[in-house]
């Protein structure tokens, strides 16, 4: 503001006064000095009024005396308007400083005038002032004001330095009012249209702009791809092209490069980039990798550091958006992985980050030379966050060959791992054994050591899925018997467990008659009550049944019958009620004993527990395949004689879909986006968009959100089953697959890609979407039946009346389907809008409903005409194609949505 001495001079003197009392009186006596000056008749000269207007914002900013800042206020507002209309750029500058920091409301319309005068001036210093003005302004009393502020930013005489202003001040108005762009339309083309101009300070105020676009019109913003990529190869391949001053710690523009590629990551999913621009892409990942990757961990300096880092990695994450090749990744992960040698913690982090991410991309062939890093990093650091972080990228990294490797080297370190992390380690040795295991018997003996681990508490669904392993493979049932009473629930010096305790009393009760030879009745029976007073109740209940099952084996054996009688009484004066209930009825079976019924119901009722089914277990197909599995005992398959159970056809059971399936799909029959499926875990939203101009292939972007609110959604697998692959009349890809870990309120996205090559599609032939997750440490399986329709692949045909009429005619030759559909009370209106939502387009009608539309395939397309009759609590449905046998299955679809809405 100049050397104005007047205002030292004044701040001297508040600052030489001893006591608040004296710094008031100053300044009351300041303020009746400069209201005097402001009235006086003679009229004061600009720099006057320069000098006594800072002289109140300094008391404003300074002063706690409310007397003081009420005058300060009511003083300044009568010369905000000379001020604002001065020519001389000080006093504007004081006047747009007064109206930043003192709330004149008196003075909002003349205030608004001035603004709007300034954006309207030829005055370039003037627009810089009215745009910073607006632009740090928190309130919606200039959004009258945007016009002006997009002519500033069209127009072609603005300098640079205007648009940057204008582009900035734009964003801020559109954060205050998101209704704007979406009002003006035709503005969005124009604004985009400055992401060519060669400025890279002009860009970098930009692109929040374009970043706010893609919420109203993505698809123009993706146009920009090619420029943006032309952009970043500028300032990563070729920056010494670029202007000194845009040099930052050796790089340029890093702003630039971390504001593009966050852009471009939120673009380029579900969009076909051109050939050029990926290579330009790519060649950007490459050169920014192999420049920066060692200069990050290495550089001394700590600015200049963080900067290559942040570089680096926001480039990193556009490299997973590319898709890149194996080669490209393990390069990537060479190089990031030398970064956690590096001093600085968030470096690290980061870097941890970076290599999860990219470890999701590829199955990295030599995943094995990483892991002793990784690990001593896991047992020696002292960041948890590190820890924790390592820990999810050693579960990344695992595969079914490092499997063995991975689980003894977790083993080892969870001694030294805190609670937490200990309970967090054992989920991923859970896991990963389940996904990957092929030898049974080290399953077994994984689960079981896990298992006896102190201090974590599992999920009933482990130690439960462990149990219909076993079950379901007969050469497991001696060998896990054996091992569990030998080297756990009867080693003395083997810390107690009651997960195990569980397994063993499933087990041996079933299976203990095997091992007899080895491990007696008698001690099975002694070992398994010995720990029932070591137990919850819960556990309690199961050794009862447990104790049953062996004495059932055994029932000449006085001596076991003794002591499960008397364990039995003992609990038949239970607090417990379920023990007391249990063991009274327990008591009762075997004081039934003696006649014939009563021994017919206790073998029935404690007969051998049948193999499990359920095709929810992965590990039950690769351990236990159907022909392998053991027969069950159960009193129905008994019954039946030799020759009936040889007439049984082996037919394929059909695995049920999921319940309440029907609501999503038949939802999304109608409408092209909404919710497909929820339960209390996942809540999925489906998009369906379709592809090109010949509307053949239709993108299904779906949404899904981890609802609950204790666990992530681990292993996040999305499959197509049930699919016709040889010569199907669908195709279907999955082309972006879901992150396999979708953390606690996060959202994971997969899209698949419907191409329709044949009409003759059936419903019967429409495949299912399988969805496989763990949470909680359970496994979780959904199968939903996709909501592909032949409906979806038909495009709206606008036709003349008699040119329908002409159509129709022609077409009576080829194919007709007519049904009529009870529907009490139904509509017009509802039925020409239903048409209209599912591709047909309306004809100009009289008494019937007409619509046509065009069915579109990879190979050609057919014309499809539908006529509906309204009658009384009825209508009659006539569909026609240009195609024998096509308007049967289209009617059918029609049909089948009709009749369960």
Known sequence: MGNIKGLQQFISDLRSKSSKEDQRKRINLEIVNVQKQFNSSNGISGYQRKKYILKLIYIYLTSSCNSSLFDVSSTAQSQVEKLLSSKVYSEKSVGYLTISLLNLQQEKDIIARCVQQDLQSHDQESNVLALNYIGNCTDESHLPLVEDVFQILRSATSP??????????????????????????????????????????????????????????????????????????LLVCESHKVSKRYIFNGIASPWLIVKLTKLLNKILPNYNIDVHSLRILRECVSTTIHQLGAFSSTHRDAQERITANCVLFAIIALAIQLDPSKEAVKSSFDTIITLLNSRDLNTRYLALNSLISLSSLNNLQSSQKYLPKLFEILQSHQDISIRKKTLELIYALTDSANLEFVTVQLFKVSNSLDTVLKQEAANKISILAERFATDSKWFINTMFRLLSTNGVNFNESIWQRTVQIIINNEELHVYATNVIVKEYIGNKSQAFSETLIKIACIILAEYGYKITATISQDYQFDLLAKLYFYVSNHTRGMLLLSLLKLYKIDIANKRIKSKLIKVLSMEVNSINSELQQRAFEFLNLIQQLGNPQGQL?????????????????????????????PKSRNLTQQTLLPHQQQQQPEQKKEIPLTPNWQQGYYRLFEYQQGVFFENS?????????PQGQDRSTCLYHFSILNKSSQTSLNLFLMSIVDYQTVDPPLVVNIVEIP????????????????????PFLSSKQIPTLKIQFSSGGGFNGLRLKLPIFLTKFIHPSELALPVWLKHWKTMDVVDEASTIIDMKNVERDW??????????????????????????????????????????DCFELNVRVTKQGLAPLVSDYIVDFLKNV
């Open 160 to 233: 640079p330095l205007l648009k940057k202003k204008s582009a900035l001040t734009m964003f801020k108005l559109c954060q205050l009012d998101p209704t704007i762009l979406s009002n003006h339309k035709p503005w969005i083309p124009r604004i985009l249209a400055l992401a060519d101009e060669p400025d890279l300070g002009l860009s970098l105020a930009l692109l929040p702009l374009i970043d706010t676009i893609t919420h109203y019109d993505l698809e123009q913003v993706q146009q920009l791809i090619p420029t943006f990529a032309t952009k970043l190869n």
């Open 601 to 629: 119901l206790f073998d029935m009722l404690l007969d051998e527990m049948p193999a499990f089914t359920t095709g929810e277990n992965p590990l039950l197909q690769r351990f236990g395949a159907p022909g392998q599995l």
């Open 681 to 689: 875990l996942v809540k999925i939203i489906l998009r369906i968009k």
């Open 739 to 758: 992150n396999s870990v979708i953390k606690i309120g996060d959202r994971g996205s997969c899209t698949i890609q419907v191409s329709l090559r044949s």
């Open 831 to 872: 039925i020409e809008r239903f048409l209209n939502k599912i591709g047909f387009a309306l004809v100009d009608q009289g008494s019937f409903i007409f619509s046509s539309g065009i069915l579109n395939t990879t190979q050609e397309k057919f014309g499809t005409l539908v006529k509906v009759k309204l009658m009384e």
